[in-house]
């Protein structure tokens, strides 16, 4: 593996956070190359229609949002390289992302590379992902106007999504695989007294079904061995994300969710090493958010790099 050439920030991600991040960099004439492992986009791709972001009223698909964001970053001379981080490592005065094709060594990186949400891992599961399957009901709820939608969980996430989707949907069913929640007291109050809303107790999903859309999923009561089949509109699964995170362990600082830790700059505990997006910990897991996140990380890069002169 050879030594690629040398940038000024190398951003790993090309998700709404790190094309964001790119093209400030980029305007601040800072030699910019992003790598992402995939296709541009990230988390956002998942979601059938994009609804919340401010400017587009009417709503925008996901993959025309994010090609905007591409064509944008690459006007302001961003390079975007298809590559697979794999580890991060101080070089002298740069720091070297070493990817699965080359190596890319920069004065400062911006780690964007985002999360996974956890998947039940049920047949038809990834079929029906948008198509009735949701992980995000801050995305997607006002979709669910007046229908049956169930809830997959049992922690502060999932009872907090439950709560927003009690206000648009008829009908709601929390399915939580123990017999009691373990999210925070209030957010159980909210929900148990809700007369929207009815908890499925130790109960798990086997299938999700449905031809174009989803329609219905199989439960099954673990403790009775029962299964039963529950007709759905909507079903959001909120079982946790899962940070990209692990070619930064011994590195970097992480939380304990396996999340970036940063401060109010999005920098990390490492000179020159900054972070926004879902991979952060102090950043809400939305599209709006991300991209002001990256924003940030872009500006604090630009600081650090002229106090080097």
Known sequence: ?????????VIVGAGPAGLAAAVYTGRARLNTLVLEKAIPGGQILMTDWVENYPGFPEGIAPFELVENFRKQAEKFGAAIVTDEARTLRRQEAAWVVAGQNNEYAARAVIIATGASYRKLGIPNEARLTGKGISYCATCDAPFFRDAVVAVVGGGDNALTEAVLLAKFCRKLYVVHRRDRFRAIKILQERVLSNLKVEVLWNCVLESAEGESHLERVMVRNVKEDETFPLPLDGLFISIGMDP?????????????????KVDFRMATDQPGVFAAGDVAGACPKQVATAIGAGVSAALSVNEYLESLG
């Open 1 to 9: 593996m050879s030594a690629g050439p040398s940038y000024d920030v």
């Open 244 to 260: 990209h995170t692990e070619f930064l362990k011994g590195v970097i600082g992480l939380n304990e969710w396996g999340e970036v």
